[in-house]
């Protein structure tokens, strides 16, 4: 089984800032990763798959990054909606990451 | 317009088959797969399982042996069935729309079960 490390767990930040979360794989998935945005008491959302594609209809201050076992999210000028929990995915046996806390500061 | 909407008991005792029911809209499942993925009060999400376009199925091999998803494209319904819960099956299950078998595009809003006593 591939297993996905999710970093950091929690993270806070201010209104506008640029924030950073990051994936790292146990093993090459070729890019086959999405992520999800989940609000408190709603479903996850997609944001990002195929590693750095933006799904319809979501801002372009989402963006993803990486390959081979290292990936990334960058959410440039944080805005208020974006208070939420982000997970990535693998496309292999769809392991989840643990999920991070994203709080403003 | 897909929807997605997951049904079924919010309360199973320990030791019982939890039942769910995935009543899809606006796409087919003879074209389209859909799994069933859960999250625990306060954690992460877990992939448990899905159904193919085809009609084949694949599972998480942590929780195999308890679990069966099947469909009935005629309601539009996928159905999951898993044995022997236990207090930590308590979760929200959701069902999602597996996009090409990649990733999960369209989401329900998810169905809390609680297994006590």
């Known amino acids: 089984d591939i297993q996905m490390t999710q970093s950091p767990a929690s993270l806070s930040a201010s209104l506008g800032e640029t924030v950073t979360i990051e994936c790292r794989a146990s093993?090459?998935?070729?890019?086959?990763l999405a992520w999800y945005q989940q609000k408190p008491g709603k479903s996850p959302q997609l944001l990002i798959y195929n590693a750095n594609s933006l799904h319809t209809g979501v801002p372009s201050r989402f963006s993803g990054s990486g390959s081979g076992t290292q990936y990334s999210l960058k959410i440039n000028s944080l805005q208020s909606e974006d208070v939420a929990s982000y997970f990535c995915q693998q496309y292999y046996d769809y392991t989840f990451g643990a999920g991070t806390k994203l709080e403003l500061k | 317009q897909v929807q997605l909407k997951e049904s079924g008991p919010g309360l199973v005792q320990p030791s019982q088959t939890l039942s769910l029911t995935c009543t899809v809209s606006?796409?087919?499942?003879?074209?389209?797969?859909v799994s069933w993925i859960r999250q625990p009060p306060g954690k992460g999400l877990e992939w448990m399982g899905v159904?193919?376009?085809?009609?084949?199925?694949d599972y998480n091999s942590a929780i195999k042996s308890r679990l069966s998803i099947s469909r009935d494209t005629s309601k539009s319904q996928v159905f999951l069935k898993m044995n022997s819960l236990q207090t930590e099956d308590t979760a929200m299950y959701f069902c999602a729309r597996n996009y090409v078998g990649y990733y999960f595009d369209y989401w329900g809003q998810g169905v809390m079960v609680t297994v006590s006593s």
């Open positions: 093993e090459d998935i070729y890019n086959g």
């Open positions: 606006g796409l087919s499942l003879t074209s389209n797969s």
């Open positions: 159904i193919w376009s085809n009609g084949g199925t």
